[in-house]
Each structure stands twice: as structure tokens, then as C-alpha cells.
């Protein structure tokens, strides 16, 4: 014969967000995650934009400018950035940059919670933009 016993219902297990943040965990974002994030976010800067991909067709290029970043995490939930952007020009530069990497930096930590130890910032192409005529 075989016992049969009462069924008797597991404890409701507590919503994570209930528990203390150190009781949560962490989540590790990929160091590619964050370069993509940062590629988007400088985007949002006036004044700066993607740069050709290649000069000459390759297969699976379509050609198209682009901002290109790259990542390299570090210990401590820290990362080290590095863009390569086109700026326009003749806008002031240095205030372009400027703007560039306090909006890239604030907005990579507010969107991962890593923090940004460096920002390389390399301009591969000015793009003259032409200046309005001013009517007197």
C-alpha cells in the first residue's frame, strides 16, 4: 500500500524587490552592451555624427556612416570607452567634444550603472557645414 500524505503548500517566496539590494545581485552588462549605449547616447549631441565605414564597398557593408565605439570593462563595475565620431565644422570643436563627453558619460552611467573612468574621443572627419547667409 502505498501512504498518502496531506498536500501541504509551499511558503510564498518573497518578490525580489522586496529584498535589500545587497540580497538582489548584480547584473554584469557586456563590455559590447555598453559601447553599443554609448554609440546611441552621442547620437543625441549636436553637432556630432557617424563616420564613413569604409571607403570602398565591402561585402556586407552597406556603406553607412556611423559612430563606432568600444568598450573595456574593468574592476569595480568601471569602464574605459573610446569613440570615433565626425564633427561639424566650422562649430567651435573642443566645445563640441566637450558637450560630447559629460553627455556620454552621464547618460552610459545613469542607463548601466557602470561607471566611466576614461573616454577616449578620436575625430576622424570634420564636416563643413554650410554657413546661412545673414539678411540685413
Given amino acids: 500500500m502505498t501512504a498518502v500524505r496531506d498536500y501541504e503548500p509551499e511558503a510564498p517566496t518573497r ?4 529584498r535589500s ?6 547584473t554584469d552588462i557586456r ?3 555598453i559601447a553599443h549605449v554609448a554609440e546611441r547616447v552621442a547620437h543625441e549631441v549636436p553637432g556630432v555624427h557617424g563616420v564613413q565605414e569604409s571607403r570602398r564597398l565591402i561585402v556586407g557593408s552597406n556603406g553607412q556612416r556611423r ?3 568600444s568598450a ?3 574592476s569595480g563595475r568601471r569602464v574605459n570607452l573610446a569613440l570615433t565620431v565626425g564633427v561639424d565644422y566650422p562649430a ?3 566645445a563640441t567634444l566637450d558637450a560630447l563627453r559629460a553627455h556620454v558619460t552621464e547618460r552610459v552611467e545613469a542607463l548601466t ?3 566611466v573612468a576614461r573616454l577616449d574621443i578620436d575625430v576622424s572627419e570634420l564636416s ?3 554657413q546661412r547667409r545673414r539678411v540685413a
Avoid at 518578490?15 to 522586496?18: R, V
Avoid at 539590494?21 to 548584480?26: A, K, L, N, S, V
Fill in 15 to 18: 518578490s525580489p524587490l522586496e
Fill in 21 to 26: 539590494p545587497e540580497q538582489r545581485g548584480e
Fill in 31 to 33: 563590455p559590447a552592451a
Fill in 67 to 69: 559612430i563606432e565605439a
Fill in 72 to 74: 573595456d570593462a574593468l
Fill in 92 to 94: 567651435p570643436v573642443r
Fill in 113 to 115: 550603472g557602470y561607471n
Fill in 128 to 130: 563643413r557645414v554650410k
